[in-house]
């Protein structure tokens, strides 16, 4: 704490305003958090393939017809979920056989910017995943360069 208040004084000499300085910090921490977090609005209501991982939602018998689209394998039920800009939550009604959360695929579909959330179940509980966009499936299958 003396060395706080030392290094505080002296830059205070030098007439650094260190409140200012934090509160700017505070600003740009959340600016980022923003950012990291919204849709990108251009690619509303267009038709694309999107490579990535399935993190299921829900079954019908064997096949998932609800699942997040993530950028990595495992994400949502293995680590902490992406960033709400980085997920797409997907609606598949005829339903997609997965065979593992390590497996890729294409997902083809008119992707809406629509924020919306949905449980993950792990084996241990369940937790709630944020997103920005939706997509109803035209399309599935494994990926392929």
């Given at each position: 704490?003396?060395?706080?208040k030392?290094?505080?004084?002296?830059?205070?000499a030098?007439?650094?305003d260190?409140?200012?300085?934090?509160?700017?910090?505070?600003?740009?921490?959340?600016?980022?958090?923003?950012?990291?977090?919204?849709?990108?609005?251009?690619?509303?209501?267009?038709?694309?393939?999107?490579?990535?991982?399935?993190?299921?939602?829900?079954?019908?018998?064997?096949?998932?017809?609800?699942?997040?689209?993530?950028?990595?394998?495992?994400?949502?039920?293995?680590?902490?979920?992406?960033?709400?800009?980085?997920?797409?939550?997907?609606?598949?009604?005829?339903?997609?056989?997965?065979?593992?959360?390590?497996?890729?695929?294409?997902?083809?579909?008119?992707?809406?910017?629509?924020?919306?959330?949905?449980?993950?179940?792990?084996?241990?509980?369940?937790?709630?995943?944020?997103?920005?966009?939706?997509?109803?499936?035209?399309?599935?299958?494994?990926?392929?360069?």
């Amino acid at each position: 704490m003396a060395e706080q208040k030392e290094i505080t004084q002296k830059l205070g000499a030098e007439g650094v305003d260190i409140e200012y300085l934090f509160s700017k910090r505070a600003e740009i921490t959340e600016y980022r958090k923003r950012i990291a977090t919204e849709p990108n609005l251009k690619l509303a209501d267009k038709d694309y393939r999107i490579p990535g991982f399935i993190t299921p939602i829900e079954f019908d018998d064997e096949v998932v017809t609800k699942f997040f689209l993530v950028p990595t394998s495992g994400a949502c039920v293995h680590t902490p979920p992406p960033p709400a800009n980085q997920i797409v939550l997907v609606d598949y009604p005829q339903g997609y056989p997965l065979t593992s959360l390590y497996t890729p695929v294409w997902v083809d579909g008119r992707l809406l910017v629509e924020k919306q959330s949905a449980d993950v179940t792990y084996v241990d509980g369940a937790t709630d995943i944020e997103t920005v966009y939706a997509m109803t499936a035209k399309s599935i299958e494994l990926y392929q360069n």
